[in-house]
């Protein structure tokens, strides 16, 4: 037992979130020389693969769909308090920070955890299957929360930029909240088997995702728990300490500012990109694809009601209307996801594709 026990505190995804979080405390708030950079850097990275593990952890002990619900909102929640940390404090500069990085998180998840994982899927056993009702009810899902939250403050004529009026805003907080709500209900209660992994004959397999391993006991999976949060603080952190250094590599390359934003979404989503890839890899594709769709999801309808309530003590305008060339992306994904999905099989072409697109968004965020 002693042995056991010493084991479990010298295991590195214990040591490392902690140390994460001693480097975030002793560097917050702190301007960095660059060793120190390269520093809080590998920190980060370990925090992201230590987040995975104990994602993972969580995910066998509670079973699939909640697994993945668990880490999708838990980094999504940290993320949005980052966003309206920053939007507080930062001033002109952070008025399009939430429509940037909800935007960005849509791409990522939606072209690139959903493509990469599709990809991984398919070079496993040449197609990749999943359920496509559960699948493109999320998907449906994502596109109403993005057309309302980021496409139509465009068009709308109560204020002269792309933004909501007091009431438009309230309206779309309370949309956001409703109908991710709702999506949560029907994946977890009465249509929970739509969202689980299925064989080549469309028949649920192995529901908990994780092979035929026992799962883990109480005390580990609350452990584990614990130790997630601690990693995604740690995440999240970190991210903003080296972002400074992003924002000064990103000016030096004469990068938009915008473009800052979508570095730290991808450094902040590598916890659900890593777990998705590994699900893909043991040929849970469905798992996967919850973890992408169900990610966009709450970074919408979490992030929006959030701002919501923070726009009462921020001054200056909320941008939340894409642009032209982003109203194009977002289309195009929403196209292509629904042929993607309807048929539940893919191949290695419409993985391809959607990491065509997420390409394709990361390239015309640094040259628009």
Same mark, same amino acid.
């Given at each position: ?208 995702? *994780? !092979? ?9 999976? /609350? $452990?584990? #728990? =614990? %130790?997630? &949060? @601690?990693?995604? +603080? ?80 921020? *001054? !200056? ?9 982003? /109203? $194009?992306? #977002? =289309? %195009?994904? &929403? @196209?292509?996801? +629904? ?30």
């Amino acid at each position: 037992m002693p042995a056991l026990l010493r084991s479990r505190v010298t295991d590195w995804t214990v040591v490392v979130p902690l140390l994460a979080v001693v480097v975030l405390v002793l560097t917050w708030g702190r301007e960095l020389p660059p060793v120190v950079v390269v520093i809080v850097a590998v920190f980060l990275a370990g925090a992201v693969l230590a987040a995975v593990h104990h994602a993972e952890v969580v995910a066998h002990r509670v079973g699939e769909p909640f697994g993945s619900l668990v880490l999708a909102v838990a980094v999504t929640v940290i993320e949005v308090a980052l966003i309206v940390t920053l939007m507080i404090s930062g001033g002109d500069k952070t008025q399009s920070l939430a429509r940037d990085t909800v935007f960005a998180a849509v791409m990522i998840t939606c072209n690139g955890i959903l493509g990469l994982s599709l990809l991984l899927g398919a070079l496993r056993r040449r197609v990749a299957v999943f359920n496509p009702e559960g699948t493109g009810g999320a998907l449906a899902t994502v596109a109403t929360l993005a057309t309302l939250s980021l496409v139509v403050p465009t068009f709308t004529t109560a204020r002269p930029g792309p933004e909501f009026s007091p009431a438009q805003l309230t309206f779309a907080a309370v949309a956001s909240l409703a109908l991710y709500g709702l999506f949560v209900l029907v994946q977890t209660g009465r249509h929970r088997d739509y969202f689980l992994p299925v064989g080549a004959d469309g028949a649920v397999v192995d529901a908990d995702g *994780d !092979g035929h391993a026992d799962p883990p006991s109480p005390r580990a999976a /609350l $452990a584990s #728990l =614990a %130790l997630l &949060v @601690v990693a995604l +603080v740690a995440v999240v952190g970190l991210a903003k300490m080296v972002s400074p250094a992003i924002e000064a590599g990103v000016s030096a390359a004469n990068l938009p500012q915008a473009f800052v934003g979508v570095i730290i979404a991808l450094l902040v989503l590598l916890p659900e990109t890593l777990a998705a890839a590994r699900a893909a890899r043991r040929d849970r594709v469905q798992i996967s694809l919850n973890l992408a769709l169900g990610s966009a999801m709450a970074s919408i309808g979490l992030t929006i009601p959030a701002i919501a309530i923070a726009s009462i003590w921020l *001054d !200056g305008p909320l941008l939340l209307g894409l642009g032209g060339t982003q /109203l $194009a992306l #977002l =289309a %195009l994904t &929403v @196209v292509t996801g +629904v042929l993607t999905v309807v048929p539940g099989r893919a191949t290695l072409l419409q993985g391809g594709v959607h990491l065509v697109l997420l390409a394709a968004f990361v390239f015309l965020a640094a040259s628009p």
